[in-house]
T-cell receptor, first 112, second 114 residues
């Protein structure tokens, strides 16, 4: 059974800092991995998807990397802004269009 | 991408009653997923719903408590039956994109049971 761990559980940084969120998963036989953002009391917004054959994906100030063999992914946020404050969730997907498995997330607070 | 809407967006219900949550997608999809997010927790899969077949429930979730309908390729409902305060959660539906890669989520239904 896939288990996902996200470290740190919470993070508070001043505006402008670069930061890294970590995700590890126990079963490396994944199809892809998605990073999501969730604002308080809201649904999930997809940020980046990395296919199992890829090493990284970039979107604006966000860069996600994937090391499938070691069961790790990182989300790098450059030049953080207060609007980045949210909970970030990583979710690997198994082969065969199986449902995503979620970590508990990292709650990010960027202070102006 | 897929655009997903859910109704209601939130509700406050009394113990012992039932609530049906609707999920509408703007395109035809094969698989729809229902998740629950209890306060302060991450998402837990309730069931997978394919059109034309019975939903597949995860361990700890049963059809009598969470009946699901999937009448066509763009719509599904989840009913939370005989509610208790422990059912207070955000309920989210999700679908896979056309290539089965990216998953998209609805805005969620915030349920409070008193």
């Amino acid at each position: 059974k896939q288990e996902v761990t996200q470290i740190p559980a919470a993070l508070s940084v001043p505006e402008g800092e670069n930061l890294v969120l970590n995700c590890s998963f126990t079963d490396s036989a994944i199809y892809n991995l998605q990073w999501f953002r969730q604002d308080p009391g809201k649904g999930l917004t997809s940020l980046l998807l990395i296919q199992s054959s890829q090493r990284e994906q970039t979107s604006g100030r966000l860069n996600a990397s994937l090391d499938k063999s070691s069961g790790r992914s990182t989300l790098y946020i450059a030049a953080s802004q207060p609007g980045d404050s949210a909970t970030y969730l990583c979710a690997p997907q198994g082969i065969g269009n199986t449902p995503l498995v979620f970590g508990k997330g990292t709650r990010l607070s960027v202070i102006a | 991408s897929a655009v997903i809407s859910q109704k209601p967006s939130r509700d406050i219900c009394q113990r012992g009653t039932s609530l049906t949550i609707q999920c509408q997608v703007d395109s035809q999809v094969t698989m729809m997923f229902w998740y629950r997010q209890q306060p302060g927790q991450s998402l837990t899969l309730i069931a997978t719903a394919n059109q034309g077949s019975e939903a597949t429930y995860e361990s700890g979730f049963v059809i009598d408590k969470f009946p699901i309908s999937r009448p066509n390729l763009t719509f599904s409902t989840l009913t939370v039956s005989n509610m208790s305060p422990e059912d207070s959660s955000i309920y989210l539906c999700s679908v896979s994109g056309p290539l089965g890669y990216e998953q998209y989520f609805g805005p969620g239904t915030r349920l409070t049971v008193t």
